[in-house]
């Protein structure tokens, strides 16, 4: 089961770059690793993807190292609104597409 | 833009009544998953179909929960003799789903909140 950790939460302040780490050991061969962001009394909103390297958009950036047991996703200067709860989400394809969210990390950001 | 829509948003049931929630995927969308959350947690993963065919159930679910996607758009969620314990955030999401579930970008709902009394 491709079960994934992170910090419980993390503050930071306006303008700061964030990088919130996520670990995954057991991930499989063709699994993917996808980050959602959550705010209070709203489903998740996906914010990237990837399975190797670096992945960048217009929010985000994902650095996967090449043993991929881990993955880091970056929030470039970060203001206010980017407070909510962030989840790394790998699904478990060796053991029938398990989909597990773990319980997430919270980041305050502050003025 | 319509993302995906669900109702009702709140719900209120005395324990032991049934309630039925209804998920509006995204036009054109093939898979559809049904997730339930508690305060503090991340999504549990109860169901999905691709298309109308429901195909992986979480243990997790018990028989009280049944899901229905019957012509392969809107999907409808009931609990029979509702518990104190199924109060929760039932989320539901779609997706294209043109792949594997690993690679798939999941479109969520706002949610529709359950209180048992």
Redesign the interface.
Known sequence: LAKTTQPISMDSYEGQEVNITCSHNNIATNDYITWYQQFPSQGPRFIIQGYKTKVTNEVASLFIPADRKSSTLSLPRVSLSDTAVYYCLVVGSEYGNKLVFGAGTILRVKS | DTG?SQNPRHKITKRGQNVTFRCDPISEHNRL?W?RQTL??????LT?FQNEAQL?KSRLLSDRFSAERPKGSFSTLEIQRTEQGDSAMY???SSLGGG????????????T?LTVL
């Open positions: 995906v998953y997730y503090g947690q991340g999504p549990e993963f999905y992986e989320l539901c999401a594997g579930l690993s690679t798939d970008t999941q479109y969520f709902g706002p949610g909140r």
